[in-house]
């Protein structure tokens, strides 16, 4: 066990302002929006976003997979600060100023890659009862540059000071080649290189990206339908969860030190955890009533931060899994990926 350091933990991904309000089934048939799911925009979700503002009371939160996680685990471990380091592309306009202002508040050290010709990326999160769905319009976050800021010397210090490092795979639409940097340098140095499926059309659309990487995984993250879809577009045939879960852990792996990490969740239904030797571990989620859930949106994230934010002070891996399961229980409580002034995590 250790006690974190700044910069131990390192993120990066497409940092993006939540757009959030709950709409009606009307809304997603409109926009043809399945209700929990995750798509990139396009031309026409263009005036998905106005109505979305216009017509409901929308609220802005700092979203984006990758910083709310990292965001989390801050909290979760609340000091030092800057334990969590965040990498990403936003924009020079005011939805940019939001987010390094939360950044800062929520003690996180992030380092923007700053950029003029496209504004801080956006996603509307459409809420119908306890389902999300998720259109994001990536903007500056797909401008990210490998050359322009990784590579920096002063920001790759940042990389080289951190011991675990986590990414959602929603990057992969934007940077292989930072990703694979980044896993690299962890498989080389014996570090902990996490990965989350993110989203169905990672897997569908995305798959060489994500087979790149996926030697370099220590640890995998996704939930029931990213792990059926993943299994769907790797040919496991099979839909049973526990099974996904272990044929993802057995894939080829590079740093043969670590064995990977599988860890599926399932919404309300029990949290699969594979390791090796074909070992399914099962913990069950923190009981919760559905009156007292505000919205899914950040759940899954926050599960991730939590455990994180123990994965980085290398308590055992049932922790880990209860600080996300915890994290997870507080976020749904409330409007986005937000959280009380300090966690009450025992």
């Not at 939540?18 to 409109?30: Q, R, T």
């Not at 979760?76 to 936003?90: L, S």
């Not at 044929?247 to 955890?273: H, S, W």
């Not at 399914?280 to 559905?290: A, G, N, W, Y």
Request: aromatic share 10%; glycine share 6%; charged share 25%.
């Amino acid at each position: 066990m250790s006690a974190p350091s700044p910069n131990s933990l390192f993120g990066m991904g497409n940092p993006l302002l939540d757009i959030s309000a709950e709409v009606d089934k009307d809304f997603l048939d409109k926009f043809g929006l399945k209700p929990n799911n995750a798509i990139l925009a396009d031309e026409s979700h263009k005036a998905l976003f106005e109505e979305l503002i216009g017509k409901f009371p929308a609220e802005y939160h700092a979203g984006g997979a990758t910083q709310n996680s990292i965001r989390v685990a801050q909290w979760m471990i609340q000091k030092p600060d800057k334990v969590g380091t965040f990498f990403g592309c936003i924009g020079k306009d005011k939805f940019g100023d939001i987010l390094k202002k939360k950044a800062l508040e929520g003690k996180v050290d992030a380092h923007y890659y700053e950029q003029e010709e496209e504004p801080t990326g956006t996603c509307a999160v459409c809420i119908t009862g306890d389902k999300r769905s998720l259109v994001a319009n990536l903007a500056a976050a797909n401008a990210y540059k490998k050359d322009k800021h990784l590579d920096l010397e002063e920001n790759w210090a940042l990389v080289e000071k951190a011991k675990v490092y986590y990414i959602a795979g929603f990057f992969l639409t934007v940077s292989l080649e930072s990703i694979l940097k980044v896993a690299k340098h962890a498989a080389e140095n014996n570090k902990v290189f996490c990965l989350n499926l993110a989203a169905p059309f990672i897997s569908q659309f995305f798959k060489d990206g994500l087979m790149q990487v996926m030697p370099y995984v220590d640890v995998l993250f996704g939930n029931e339908t990213e792990a059926a879809e993943f299994g769907k577009a790797q040919e496991f045939e099979t839909e049973d969860v526990e099974e996904l879960a272990k044929k993802a852990q057995a894939l080829p792996k590079e740093n043969t030190k670590r064995p990977r990490v599988v860890v599926f969740t399932q919404g309300k239904e029990n949290t699969i955890v594979a390791q090796s030797d074909n070992k399914i571990d099962t913990f069950p989620v923190l009981k919760i009533d559905p009156k007292d859930i505000v919205d899914t949106n950040g759940a899954g994230d926050a599960f991730v931060g939590g455990f994180l934010s123990q994965l980085v002070q290398e308590k055992p891996l049932e922790r880990s899994v209860e600080a996300g399961h915890y994290s997870a229980n507080v976020v749904i409580r409330r409007s986005g990926c937000t959280f009380p002034e300090k966690p009450e995590f025992h």
